[in-house]
Nanobody, 126 residues
Framework: QVQLTESGGGQVQTGNSLRLSCTASGRRLENYGMAWFRQAPGKERVFVANINWNGDERTYIDAVKGRFIISRDNAENTGYLQMNSLKPEDTAVYYC???????????????????WGRGTQVTVSS
């Protein structure tokens, strides 16, 4: 099984940037599609963005389009979420997730992903 570890969260002011990393161990990340989800206090975990196994396909929710960039470096076994122009409503715990397979298409449900990290807190203050 692949194990995922997120890092890079923190507290920033509105308009600033953060880059989250998701480091995989146990398996080669190139065999998995990846996604980022987030969960705000008292709310459900929701899809943010995903990227297929080789980076050719990326999908974002409307709320982050033009501000967030999902990417991956299979040689480094790591995925990333570059978050720019952060807003207070981006405050949440961010989770990295992986889905086995070199597939095409977008998967945005939590049940689509079998492997999860423990999350990293992102707090954006106004």
């Amino acid at each position: 099984q692949v194990q995922l570890t997120e890092s890079g969260g923190g507290q920033v002011q509105t308009g600033n940037s953060l880059r989250l990393s998701c480091t995989a161990s146990g398996r080669r990340l190139e065999n998995y599609g990846m996604a980022w989800f987030r969960q705000a206090p008292g709310k459900e975990r929701v899809f943010v963005a995903n990227i297929n196994w080789n980076g050719d396909e990326r999908t974002y929710i409307d709320a982050v389009k033009g501000r967030f960039i999902i990417s991956r470096d299979n040689a480094e076994n790591t995925g990333y979420l570059q978050m720019n122009s952060l807003k207070p409503e981006d405050t949440a715990v961010y989770y990295c997730a992986a889905r086995f397979g070199q597939y095409s298409g977008s998967y945005g449900r939590t049940q689509d992903y079998a492997f999860w990290g423990r999350g990293t807190q992102v707090t954006v203050s106004s």
